[in-house]
């Protein structure tokens, strides 16, 4: 398995609940990392801010293998064609926020079946 393995997705209601509270809202750490992607992708910190709470929006969960850590990415539609995604590693006492992407595309996109998930190489020519 590599770094980064997507491992489950969850799009149930009880299981988007269970990790919504396994990441302590309450003591969320922003990494660096996190900030330098939000600067370049000129994303609005009030606006991830504005969304970490509202479980309401998030639609899909994907359990992720870090290289030490398990972490969770949570897709959050904003709209019926912008997606938020934020990824958590929840630790014993607090979650690092370590990532985050606008999309414009909607969150069903984004589910596929495990096993062909990344089965397809990155062989892009920039010219």
Request: proline content about 2%; charged content about 35%; aromatic content about 10%.
């Amino acid at each position: 398995m590599q770094t980064e393995d997507i491992l489950e997705q969850y799009t149930e209601k009880e299981k988007i609940k269970e990790i919504f509270n396994l990441l302590n809202a309450k003591n969320i750490i922003k990494t660096d990392h996190f900030k330098e992607r939000i600067a370049e992708r000129d994303i609005p910190e009030e606006l991830v801010d504005k969304t970490i709470p509202q479980i309401n929006k998030i639609k899909l969960i994907d359990k992720r293998k870090h290289v030490k850590d398990i972490g969770y990415d949570l897709y959050y539609e904003l709209s019926s064609s912008q997606t938020l995604k934020l990824c958590f590693i929840p630790l014993k006492n607090k979650t690092l926020l370590v990532n985050a992407i606008l999309r414009n595309r909607r969150w069903q996109n984004s589910i596929r079946y495990l096993d062909r998930r990344w089965d397809w190489s990155f062989n892009w020519n920039i010219s």
